[in-house]
């Protein structure tokens, strides 16, 4: 779903909670993710590279359906109409060690 | 790069079914679960199931929970624990973070080794299901504030009592069934609230909480959470029609710990990641993948079942997994059509029948003002979590008779009927259809064997002997907490708000193993306390 780019939002106007965080993992606030509308970012891709939220330990689990409801509200539409943040590897977090580190031997896992 | 026929992703309820019924049929199955043990939220789920006897009614969570991985080590499935599925990709292919054995000559070493393996299933069913959702309030990130799911987990898995003065947010069956079981491991449930105007879950499951004397607030949420490095209190207040607080309204409670249950997103990442089509309209609670009956995604091959094709519960997430592990054993040739199409079927009807109801998927957020008899719901029930006195007459399981006669206090209709066999006298009729309001038969002999009030899961189901001797009544009522009260304990009895209503004297207690750790406990009560008094404290 494309978000109007020309829609005048508004001069950002401090609010009540602002200084709530929203995204524990990545310790950023209420406040951070409204400017961040108002700075131009309208999509949840666009905030999570502006933010880092949701890219914490537990990867937007806990904060994503959080911080859609803020940027909607700020845009005012439906969290609905905003499109989802893309998925993909590493699902969960991992080392880079382990990660880079390939197994081909299958018979080295340990049986549960 | 290791192959199997199928790939599982999640060895919850839909997960194991569905494993179960495809290595039934000959294939060759891993399923994959990043928890170190399986059965997803089975094994933490200590009350009793509601539904039919197909639907495994009446045994607790846990209990299934085992049945299911003895099935499925009996079928043959291979289990992987500890084993994190990090990727998953179009042509079903699967990346997993395992733990590997350590190897000679290093036993000094105290972290284990992982690394990344790659696998390739014909077929890929993901069962990941759900996570808690938050809601956030000042004093949300405190230690003290968690989901009601980790606090469950924290209990019954654990042992660990999450704290000692607890305030749920949520009154949805989550929000009620952990409230119950907080007060079971010995926590003081402080109130229950909810911003919605009301209670969300099954009836039963609120008059439970509400009979042992929890208030409930409905149209009010946390304000704020109060304490610098922990909870040490919360602040609630009243909302309007359009949740916004009315001033004024706040009250506080002492708290140490803070229960949110507001509902749980589907875990359907791996699913957008493989490129499957997703609904993002939120009908199923969040991010959803596109699915068919069989849960069958839009890439061919890869099936979605359980919470994370849409939120419901334990019951339909294990016919769920059967649907599909029948259909992705016919779609590689492990089953012939005519095969499948009979057990699909079978599971399809018992999948519809769960989904029957007042509390059915297509009734969510419709207000219900009569039950399918035509009898006017109790409003109460819906605003304070217990039907009022004068409310309770009205429904079809509550008679009058001389002698002990059972008391149904099962108002809404809901898809159970567990009751209905238990009787061994067949006082107790539902019927064909299993969401009516069970009816007490006229000229049938209870012999007060407790058998229907104990198989209820939702503790509705009282003995009442309104005459038993001068001006006394007797009323043996499901007792599910520890210590159990003793024969000659003198204390109060209590009414279906918690409140102490009347003296009480308990004067019989049976915990036979046919009652499934529910123990009955007798109260004799001033006769005018017979329809009235609910629940026993000890003086």
């Given at each position: 779903m494309?978000?109007?780019?020309?829609?005048?939002?508004?001069?950002?106007?401090?609010?009540?909670?602002?200084?709530?965080?929203?995204?524990?993992?990545?310790?950023?606030?209420?406040g951070?993710?409204?400017?961040?509308?108002?700075?131009?970012?309208?999509?949840?891709?666009?905030?999570?590279?502006?933010?880092?939220c949701?890219?914490?330990?537990?990867?937007?689990?806990?904060?994503?359906?959080?911080?859609?409801?803020?940027?909607?509200?700020?845009?005012?539409?439906?969290?609905?109409e905003?499109?989802?943040?893309?998925?993909?590897?590493?699902?969960?977090?991992?080392?880079?060690?382990?990660?880079?580190?390939?197994?081909t031997?299958?018979?080295?896992?340990r049986?549960? | 790069?290791?192959?199997?026929?199928?790939?599982?992703?999640g060895?919850?309820?839909?997960?194991?079914?569905?494993?179960?019924?495809?290595?039934?049929?000959?294939?060759?199955?891993?399923?994959?679960?990043?928890?170190?043990?399986?059965?997803?939220?089975?094994?933490?789920?200590?009350?009793?199931?509601?539904?039919?006897?197909?639907?495994?009614?009446?045994?607790?969570?846990?209990?299934?929970?085992?049945?299911?991985?003895?099935?499925?080590?009996k079928?043959?499935?291979?289990?992987?624990?500890?084993?994190?599925?990090?990727?998953?990709?179009?042509?079903?292919?699967v990346?997993?973070?395992?733990?590997?054995?350590?190897?000679?000559?290093?036993?000094?070493?105290?972290?284990?080794?992982?690394?990344?393996?790659?696998?390739?299933?014909?077929?890929?069913?993901?069962?990941?299901?759900?996570?808690?959702?938050?809601?956030?309030?000042?004093?949300?990130?405190?230690?003290?504030?968690?989901?009601?799911?980790?606090?469950?987990?924290?209990?019954?898995?654990?042992?660990?009592?999450?704290?000692?003065k607890?305030?749920?947010?949520?009154?949805?069956?989550?929000?009620?069934?952990?409230?119950?079981q907080?007060?079971?491991?010995?926590?003081?449930?402080?109130?229950?609230?909810?911003?919605?105007?009301?209670?969300?879950?099954?009836?039963?499951?609120?008059?439970?909480?509400?009979r042992?004397?929890?208030?409930?607030?409905?149209?009010?949420?946390?304000?704020?959470?109060?304490?610098?490095?922990?909870?040490?209190?919360?602040?609630?207040?009243?909302?309007d029609?359009?949740?916004?607080?009315?001033?004024?309204?706040?009250?506080?409670?002492?708290?140490?710990t803070?229960?949110?249950?507001?509902?749980?997103?589907?875990?359907?990442?791996?699913?957008?990641?493989?490129?499957?089509?997703?609904?993002?309209?939120?009908?199923?609670?969040?991010?959803?993948?596109?699915?068919?009956?069989?849960?069958?995604?839009?890439?061919?091959?890869?099936?979605?079942?359980?919470?994370?094709?849409?939120?419901?519960?334990?019951?339909?997430?294990?016919?769920?997994?059967?649907?599909?592990?029948?259909?992705?054993?016919?779609?590689?040739?492990?089953?012939?059509?005519?095969?499948?199409?009979?057990?699909?079927?079978?599971?399809e009807?018992?999948?519809?029948?769960?989904?029957?109801?007042?509390?059915?998927?297509?009734?969510?957020?419709?207000?219900?003002?009569?039950?399918?008899?035509?009898?006017?719901?109790?409003?109460?029930?819906?605003?304070?979590?217990?039907?009022?006195?004068?409310?309770?007459?009205?429904?079809?399981?509550?008679?009058?008779?001389?002698?002990?006669?059972?008391?149904?206090?099962?108002?809404?209709?809901?898809?159970?009927?567990?009751c209905?066999?238990?009787?061994?006298?067949?006082?107790?009729?539902?019927?064909?259809?299993?969401?009516?309001?069970?009816?007490?038969?006229?000229?049938?002999?209870?012999?007060?064997?407790?058998?229907?009030?104990?198989?209820?899961?939702?503790?509705?189901?009282?003995?009442?002997?309104?005459?038993?001797?001068?001006?006394?009544?007797?009323?043996?009522?499901?007792?599910?907490?520890?210590?159990?009260?003793?024969?000659?304990?003198?204390?109060?009895?209590?009414?279906?708000?918690g409140?102490?209503?009347?003296?009480?004297?308990?004067?019989?207690?049976?915990?036979?193993?046919?009652?499934?750790?529910?123990?009955?406990?007798?109260?004799?009560?001033?006769?005018?306390?017979a329809?009235?008094?609910?629940?026993?404290?000890?003086?």
């Open positions: 494309r978000q109007d780019r020309n829609r005048d939002l508004g001069p950002f106007v401090p609010r009540e909670g602002d200084e709530r965080i929203i995204c524990r993992c990545e310790e950023v606030t209420q951070e993710i409204r400017r961040a509308v108002h700075d131009g970012m309208y999509t949840m891709a666009e905030i999570r590279r502006y933010l880092r949701g890219m914490g330990l537990c990867q937007g689990q806990t904060c994503s359906r959080l911080v859609a409801g803020i940027v909607a509200r700020e845009l005012g539409i439906k969290p609905a905003l499109a989802p943040a893309s998925s993909r590897s590493p699902m969960r977090p991992i080392e880079m060690k382990v990660w880079a580190d390939e197994e031997d299958d018979s080295k896992v049986r549960a | 790069m290791k192959r199997y026929d199928l790939i599982i992703i060895a919850g309820p839909s997960g194991l079914s569905a494993a179960i019924e495809a290595a039934k049929r000959g294939m060759k199955v891993i399923v994959f679960d990043e928890n170190a043990r399986p059965g997803g939220q089975l094994f933490k789920q200590i009350h009793k199931f509601f539904g039919s006897k197909e639907h495994k009614a009446k045994i607790r969570g846990f209990v299934i929970g085992r049945q299911l991985l003895g099935e499925a080590e079928a043959g499935v291979e289990v992987r624990l500890s084993a994190t599925v990090i990727g998953l990709y179009p042509d079903k292919e990346v997993v973070r395992e733990i590997l054995e350590p190897e000679e000559g290093t036993a000094g070493e105290t972290s284990a080794k992982e690394a990344v393996f790659h696998y390739k299933g014909d077929a890929i069913i993901v069962a990941t299901g759900a996570s808690e959702n938050m809601v956030t309030f000042d004093g949300w990130t405190l230690p003290g504030v968690m989901g009601a799911g980790a606090a469950q987990t924290l209990m019954n898995l654990h042992g660990v009592r999450p704290g000692r607890v305030l749920m947010l949520g009154s949805g069956n989550v929000g009620l069934v952990v409230s119950f907080l007060l079971q491991a010995g926590c003081e449930v402080v109130a229950l609230v909810d911003a919605a105007p009301r209670i969300g879950g099954y009836g039963v499951h609120a008059a439970k909480v509400a042992t004397g929890v208030p409930f607030y409905l149209s009010h949420t946390i304000k704020k959470a109060e304490g610098t490095d922990h909870v040490t209190g919360v602040t609630i207040a009243q909302v029609s359009r949740f916004q607080f009315i001033e004024g309204t706040e009250k506080h409670f002492d708290v140490d803070i229960c949110v249950a507001v509902g749980l997103s589907p875990m359907s990442q791996l699913l957008k990641m493989a490129g499957c089509e997703m609904d993002n309209s939120g009908k199923g609670g969040g991010q959803i993948p596109v699915v068919d009956e069989s849960g069958a995604t839009s890439v061919p091959g890869i099936y979605a079942v359980g919470d994370v094709a849409g939120i419901e519960e334990a019951s339909s997430a294990m016919i769920e997994g059967r649907m599909a592990g029948i259909r992705v054993a016919e779609y590689l040739g492990f089953d012939d059509k005519a095969g499948a199409d009979t057990a699909f079927d079978q599971n009807k018992a999948l519809e029948g769960l989904r029957q109801g007042m509390f059915a998927p297509g009734n969510r957020g419709k207000k219900i003002e009569k039950t399918e008899e035509g009898i006017p719901v109790s409003e109460n029930l819906l605003t304070h979590g217990f039907v009022a006195d004068d409310e309770i007459e009205r429904y079809p399981g509550v008679t009058h008779k001389a002698g002990v006669h059972p008391v149904m206090e099962c108002t809404q209709n809901i898809p159970c009927n567990p209905q066999d238990a009787c061994p006298k067949h006082c107790i009729s539902i019927g064909s259809n299993i969401t009516s309001l069970p009816v007490v038969l006229k000229d049938s002999a209870c012999i007060d064997c407790g058998m229907c009030v104990s198989s209820c899961p939702g503790q509705a189901i009282f003995l009442v002997n309104e005459d038993a001797g001068p001006g006394k009544a007797t009323v043996t009522l499901p007792y599910e907490f520890l210590p159990l009260p003793e024969e000659g304990d003198e204390g109060y009895g209590l009414g279906r708000d409140s102490r209503v009347c003296d009480a004297k308990v004067v019989r207690v049976r915990s036979s193993g046919a009652f499934d750790h529910t123990a009955l406990v007798t109260i004799e009560v001033p006769a005018e306390y329809m009235k008094a609910r629940f026993f404290v000890k003086a």
